[in-house]
């Protein structure tokens, strides 16, 4: 729901029937004595109440529905973003013409790992990972990590943006 007004409706009918309810069952037990009201109002403010609580309860499915939906919609991108990234990462890999030994330590420090904990993960020495890195730099015509990972955001971005082009064409034109 985009506009606030009948949620806060609904609100405060629900509010409104709780405090009768509660109202209603402190002042039997704390023996309040309250002004006696005719049974047909008794009725009328008992089944206005039941609907306030029956609308709630609508109005939470309906909003945890949406929310849901919107959960899963926001996975889905995720899960998209995540593969087209991996097809980027991929391409590239295969286009500078990584070992598979590059490949690895590449991907381990695309993911933000240190030369000791890639050193680690692999069973060699830093001085190896750092030459692997070394040679990674210079396949992918780069000076360090930083430049390594903006060139994929850059494609990821520059990929965005055609899709985005794309999707804002008329369906005719395609």
Do not use: H
Not at 12 to 25: L, T
Not at 39 to 64: C, F, T, Y
Not at 112 to 133: C, D, N, P, Y
Request: overall charge positive; aromatic content about 6%; proline content about 2%.
């Amino acid at each position: 729901m985009r506009r606030p007004g009948p949620i806060i409706a609904i609100f405060i009918i629900q509010a409104s029937c709780a405090f009768f309810f509660v109202y209603d069952i402190l002042a039997s037990v704390l023996g309040i004595k309250t002004t006696p009201i005719s049974w047909k109002m008794r009725e009328l403010i008992e089944i206005g109440a039941a609907i306030g609580l029956v609308l709630g309860v609508v109005l939470g499915a309906l909003l945890l529905f949406r929310a849901l939906r919107a959960r899963n919609s926001a996975e889905a991108g995720l899960r998209r973003a995540s593969g087209a990234f991996m097809d980027l990462l991929e391409e590239r890999l295969t286009e500078w013409g990584l070992t598979a030994a590059e490949r690895d330590v590449a991907l381990f420090a695309i993911k933000g790992m240190s030369t000791a904990e890639i050193a680690t993960l692999r069973a060699t020495s830093e001085g190896t990972v750092k030459a692997q890195t070394n040679a990674i730099y210079r396949k992918a015509g780069v000076t360090g990590r930083a430049q390594l990972l903006s060139l994929f955001i850059e494609d990821l971005m520059r990929d965005d943006a055609g899709v985005r082009a794309a999707a804002a064409l008329p369906s005719n034109a395609a």
